[in-house]
């Protein structure tokens, strides 16, 4: 069994009402359910943090490369564009991670398609909506099953 962990950036507390054209009309807390189903029917736990405060993700991050997390799925939001802290917090701890996005990044304004974690991730997945986290915690699971203690668990080294 592992812990995973999932963090949601700033506005994300609005899903289900924000501007759904761009992010659906699932409610936050109704993914974290389907989430943790998932990771609990393949034998892991999983954990979500939503916050609008860039140092609570940073710490967040920090606080997972001590307390035995496994992995990390995060959807940045807005900090995707602009966060060299969380980036570096991720650097430090050196987890593995995937980094998620409801809308696709790629189709939305110039801006919102920097993103300065996208190279330390394992993974990006961008503009499959709510199915897009579901993916990226089976991504996780199948890293974890791959992964041996010998070959290491540290960012994309399975």
Known sequence: MADILVLHGPNL?????????HYGHD??????QRLAALAAAHGHRLRSLQSNAEH?????????????TAFIVI?????????????DAF????????????SNIHAREP?????YLADLACGVISGLGPKGYELAVLAA???LAQRTPDRGARRGHS
């Open 91 to 102: 650097a430090a701890v050196g987890l593995p991670f995937i980094e998620v996005h409801l």
């Open 56 to 68: 609570e993700l940073v710490e967040a991050v920090q606080r997972a490369g001590e307390d035995g």
């Open 141 to 143: 699971i199948d890293h």
């Open 111 to 115: 801006f919102r398609r920097r993103s």
């Open 27 to 32: 409610t936050l807390a109704a993914i974290d």
């Open 13 to 21: 507390n609005l899903l289900g009402r924000r501007e759904p054209q």
């Open 75 to 87: 959807n940045p939001a807005a900090y995707t564009h602009s966060s060299i802290a969380l980036r």
